[in-house]
């Protein structure tokens, strides 16, 4: 039997190799993500924030190159055969990926996506529908019936995040993932997205992973961030956006238009290329010439893991 548990991240690592080039989407990484806590993940486009939630979930393409180790409980879940994988993780993890729009099915509607999930642990059809209004109407809308007879293309931005929303947590994971959940939404559907969460939250899934650009989410929401940068964790902890330690998450908050939009010089090395040195240091305000000749380890600091030497 699966129970909630930590999840516990060993030396992961995921490659692609593509046209003769090695990406190293994600590099070393060793984290604890604990159970109970909802966690946001920032960091600009391309660092491994979507690599990250799906080498968690199992859900990597099959030609990518997967090191290290993923503990669940007593399961390294990084070991499981696609089988079993798949089994494992449906039941432990709900998963709300980045595109709401492509990942609902255009020609089915709503009613019966929502069904095939609950299908899953409900026998009895009775049951079933029941369940799937009741799931509908917790996600607040109003007239049912009209929203379990629609197709998604029928539905807006937001109605449809509601939706996909419902039908990854009909199964009652332990865990929900959301990748960007309000990327796309106007202002006022934003703050419906983090009411939605309040009420998964409610329903008792309190152990997420919410993979965002939306400073406000995380403000309001997390209890703990992940900053990510070039492929690696860089900053762990909470209260990371009234106290960021790492020079790159101090940047990355100056450059977003709540804080003065001021940008931060220079770019993010490819994925492709390996550095001697932090992986940050030549856009970094406090280099050290120690930081040009080795890779900073994560360092405990004030309850917290940063990867910069000015904490070593
Ligand atoms: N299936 C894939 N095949 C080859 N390269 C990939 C694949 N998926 C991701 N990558 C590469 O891995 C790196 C990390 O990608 P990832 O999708 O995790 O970024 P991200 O942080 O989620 O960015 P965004 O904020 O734009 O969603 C990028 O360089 C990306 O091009
Ligand atoms: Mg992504």
């Known amino acids: ?16 190799n ?34 990250l939630a799906l080498g968690i979930l199992g859900l990597l393409p099959n030609y990518a190159v997967v ?9 390294n879940i990084q070991n499981l055969r696609k089988k079993e994988r798949e089994k494992y993780l449906g039941k432990v993890f709900g998963y709300i990926p980045q595109n709401p729009s ?31 209004r009741k799931l509908i109407e917790s996600f607040g809308f109003e007239d049912i019936d009209r929203i379990l ?4 293309f029928q539905l807006s931005g937001g109605m449809q995040q509601r939706v996909l929303t419902a039908i990854h947590i009909a199964t009652n994971p332990y865990w929900l993932i959301a990748d960007e959940p309000t990327k796309g939404l106007d202002k ?24 965002t650009h939306d400073i ?7 209890d703990e961030l992940i900053v990510m940068y070039s492929g690696e964790v860089i900053e762990i902890g909470s209260n990371i956006i009234s106290e960021p330690m790492h020079p790159y998450t101090i ?54 893991k940063v990867r910069c030497f000015l904490y070593d």
């Open 1 to 16: 039997m699966t129970q909630i548990s930590d999840l516990i991240l060993e030396d992961f690592q995921v490659e692609f």
């Open 18 to 51: 593509t046209r003769g080039q090695q990406v190293k989407a994600l590099r070393s990484t060793d984290l604890v993500i604990k159970k109970d806590k909802i966690t946001g993940i920032v960091g600009e486009t391309g660092c491994g924030k979507s690599v």
């Open 67 to 75: 090191k290290g180790n993923i503990h669940y409980g007593n399961q």
């Open 102 to 132: 492509e990942s609902l099915n255009p020609i089915r509607k709503i009613k019966n996506q929502i069904e095939e999930s609950l299908n899953l642990i409900y026998k009895d059809k009775d049951d079933i529908e029941n369940k799937a």
């Open 149 to 152: 007879n629609s197709y998604s």
């Open 188 to 211: 006022e559907v934003q703050k419906d997205i983090i009411e939605v969460f309040n009420r998964i939250k409610e329903q008792g899934i309190d152990s997420m992973i919410i993979i």
């Open 216 to 222: 406000n989410l995380v403000k309001d929401f997390c």
């Open 251 to 304: 940047g990355f908050f100056e450059s977003l238009p709540e804080n003065g939009m001021k940008p931060m010089i220079g770019k993010a090395p490819s994925p492709t290329e390996d550095i001697i040195g932090c992986r940050f240091y030549d856009r970094c305000k406090f280099v050290m010439d120690r930081c040009k000749v080795e890779n900073p380890d994560l360092y405990h600091a004030n309850s917290r």
